[in-house]
């Protein structure tokens, strides 16, 4: 199996620290994520540690390493699947390469409006059994997934709606987003998230998809742009909490809930707690003198129905794509969301 100099560096150097003997491989997991430790995410994720820890009565302890601290964000997927670390807390839309399904684990844009919607499809909807299916072959189990708020736009210039789009060139992440606003006339361009606020402020791009507005607030994207979509609706990345599958296999059931009921437990408050963040965010930023565009009903309708070509064209690019996708449509119809 081919992999990077960077990821064979990691492997090599946690080999010598990190690597779990048979005898400790059931009790202590090392996991990684890119949040940082303060980050609305990185605190849930440390929490999830601290939760799994309690509800196991100490039998079980999750090691969480924040900021990519051991491989590339890219990486952490397949270090994890081949026993070096033991499970990943990134996001599926880092291994869209494997299988285009993970897109519909990743982000469905344009989608959901909420994240308890998401979380129903999860467990009502299909998602979970197709998860199995999905990240078994890689020898991933999904143990669960948790939820911020809808993320928001940043622009020089004002975005009261669709016909806004036209000719805005924007930072955005790669994959289905791009292609869902390019089909909207948007010029986005593909950059690392830590160089956002640079190339807002030097001109390169009028605006970004970075996060959430409490998030993008404190990147100080609106010390460049004066304005931004609230509340959000085109983005709401799903966080993955993922383990190796023997791993996952070797524990007994009781520590097996104790993981599944502590990812529980932060998706609950994640999406509280973004949303406190965001509402104290948006009186700050308008008393600042940013304007923040909630975007009409029809707007909103019109973004998702591109948003939809999207998908079903993602859905033809593996059978479980398809599968994905077609139970992602079904539960929207299901609750109201598509007719």
């Not at 308008?286 to 064209?313: I, M, N, P, Y």
Request: net charge negative.
């Amino acid at each position: 199996m081919w992999m990077s100099r960077t990821l064979a560096a990691g492997l090599i150097a946690l080999a010598c620290t990190a690597l779990p003997t048979a005898a400790s491989a059931q009790t202590k997991l090392r996991f990684q994520t890119h949040h940082s430790a303060n980050s609305l995410q990185g605190k849930a994720l440390l929490r999830f540690a601290d939760l799994v820890k309690e509800k196991s009565g100490g039998r079980l302890t999750v090691e969480m390493l924040t900021s990519s601290a051991a491989v590339k964000s890219t990486e952490v997927f397949e270090a994890a699947a081949t026993g070096i670390l033991d499970g990943d807390a990134t996001g599926a839309g880092y291994v869209t390469n494997k299988d285009a399904a993970f897109q519909f684990f990743g982000d469905v844009m344009g989608g959901y409006d909420i994240a308890e919607q998401i979380y129903g499809w999860f467990d009502e909807g299909g998602g979970r059994a197709i998860a199995d299916e999905l990240y078994h072959r890689f020898n991933m189990h999904l143990i669960g997934i948790f939820v911020a708020t809808p993320e928001a736009l940043g622009s020089t210039k004002p975005l009261a709606g669709i016909a806004d789009l036209k000719g805005w060139k924007f930072r955005s992440p790669p994959g289905m987003e791009s292609e869902i606003f390019q089909k909207l006339g948007a010029g986005p361009v593909v950059m690392p998230f830590g160089e956002v606020f640079t190339a807002m402020s030097s001109g390169v791009v009028s605006g970004a998809d970075a996060s959430t507005l409490a998030v993008n607030k404190g990147l100080g994207l609106y010390d460049v742009g004066k304005h931004t979509t609230y509340p959000g609706f085109h983005s709401m990345p799903i966080e993955h909490v993922t383990v190796n599958l023997d791993q996952w296999k070797a524990l007994p059931d009781d520590l097996k809930k104790a993981m599944e009921d502590a990812v529980a437990q932060i998706a609950a408050e994640v999406p509280r707690q973004s949303a406190a963040d965001d509402a104290a965010a948006a009186a700050e930023l308008t008393a600042a003198g940013v304007t923040l565009h909630d975007w009409s009903a029809e707007d909103r309708g019109k973004f998702r129905a591109v948003a939809q070509q999207v998908w079903e064209d993602w859905s033809k690019r593996s059978p479980v794509a398809k599968k994905a996708y077609e139970s992602h449509v079904g539960y929207m119809k299901k609750i109201g969301l598509l007719q």
